[in-house]
């Protein structure tokens, strides 16, 4: 990627303000814009490294369960736990619910595949990314419990959220302006129904 374009204003100011990355800033206005995080909740980040977004959920005051492929620095904030790990992998998912030791609040997911360049394979990838997000988010969630999935508009993405209004409600697509305006990405919430009215 081009330098003009990795190191904006927010990539300076991530690192003038600690935060692991620019995307810190994205949850702090997914945060302004729906107020989902409070304080005490236990919270589910997927694809986590380098790690902004665990940093801001800790700050909010959440209990923080994070997994990535990659390998994570450590926190030195024990509200912060990580497995090192594939989302998608059996065992990697029962070790966070293991380390939640109940079910999750919120489960964030700002998942992305490495993209090839070859749209039809990279949309592909993209829509079973969202659809791991939301199948863990199923399984994960407590009752009235909040997903919140990076996305992008494609047919196979709009496929994968149609099928989640049969399990889940209030789905919302959220545009953010921290995202570089060279990405199309969007964030989709919704809320797993269940719990007492
Ligand atoms: C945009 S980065 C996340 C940035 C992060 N939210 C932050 O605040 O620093 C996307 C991450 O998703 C991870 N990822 C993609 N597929 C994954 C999977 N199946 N399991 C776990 N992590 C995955 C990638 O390794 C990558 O680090």
Not at 30 to 57: E, F, M, N, T
Not at 64 to 81: P, Y
Not at 105 to 123: F, K, T
Request: aromatic share 6%; proline share 3%; charged share 30%.
């Amino acid at each position: 990627m081009a330098e003009y374009q990795r190191k904006d204003h927010l990539y300076n100011k991530a690192k003038e303000e600690g935060y692991r990355s620019r995307a810190a800033y994205k949850l702090l206005e997914i945060q302004k814009k729906h107020r989902l995080i409070r304080s005490g909740q236990v919270i589910l980040d997927l694809g986590c490294y380098p790690g902004g977004w665990c940093q801001v959920a800790a700050q909010l005051g959440a209990r923080v369960v994070g997994v990535d492929i990659r390998t994570l620095e450590t926190f030195a904030d024990n509200t912060i736990s990580i497995v090192e790990g594939d989302a998608n992998d059996p065992d990697v998912q029962a070790e966070l619910l293991r380390l939640a030791g109940r079910k999750f609040d919120l489960v964030l997911s700002d998942m992305s595949p490495h993209l090839s360049g070859i749209e039809a394979r990279d949309n592909v990838r993209i829509a079973e990314l969202v659809e791991l997000a939301f199948d863990i988010a199923f399984q994960m969630l407590r009752p009235n419990g909040i997903v919140v999935a990076k996305a992008f508009p494609c047919n196979d993405v709009e496929e994968v959220l149609q099928r989640q209004k049969k399990r889940f409600q209030k789905l919302k697509r959220t545009r953010l302006e921290s995202t570089r305006t060279t990405s199309n990405e969007l964030y989709v919430t919704a809320m797993l129904p269940g719990g007492a009215k």
